[in-house]
């Protein structure tokens, strides 16, 4: 449900699932499967750079994590947020929160550029960095 929201939300469809700490087994590979992600990723380093409190990711009330552009949902995020947002009832609120903090740093990221008109004037157009989406 928290893929479809995110899709509505930002118009972009999340395809890669990151498992949380890194861990999967083949339930929940098949779970991810299931869901429509086209792959799925762990990075044994990448745990090392998430900031924890008793092996639970401290989150933003975005639910970032301490790596940007890391979130975390679910069972991962109830000393941060309560019981509600580990459950399907909180799906929709925690998709539409983290849907928010994307578009917003996508938002960040896009800035004015000067481009130069051929008479010497400036006009500003609205630039994404190289390999931003």
Not at 14 to 34: M, T
Not at 59 to 65: A, G, K, N, T, Y
Not at 87 to 110: D, I, L, P
């Amino acid at each position: 449900m928290s893929r479809r929201v995110i899709e509505r939300e930002t118009g972009v469809t999340p395809d890669i699932f990151a498992y949380p700490y890194g861990l999967w087994d083949e339930r929940v590979k098949g779970a991810v499967r299931a869901a429509g992600y086209r792959a799925a990723v762990t990075n044994r380093s990448l745990r090392a750079e998430i900031k924890t409190d008793r092996a639970i990711p401290n989150l933003s009330h975005w639910f970032e994590s301490s790596v940007p552009g890391l979130y975390f949902v679910g069972l991962t995020s109830l000393r941060a947020f309560g019981p509600l947002y580990r459950f399907v009832a909180g799906c929709g609120a925690a998709a539409r929160r983290v849907a928010e903090s994307v578009a917003r740093e996508r938002t960040r990221r896009s800035r004015a550029v000067p481009k130069p008109k051929r008479d010497g004037a400036a006009t500003l157009r609205s630039e994404t960095p190289a390999g931003q989406v």
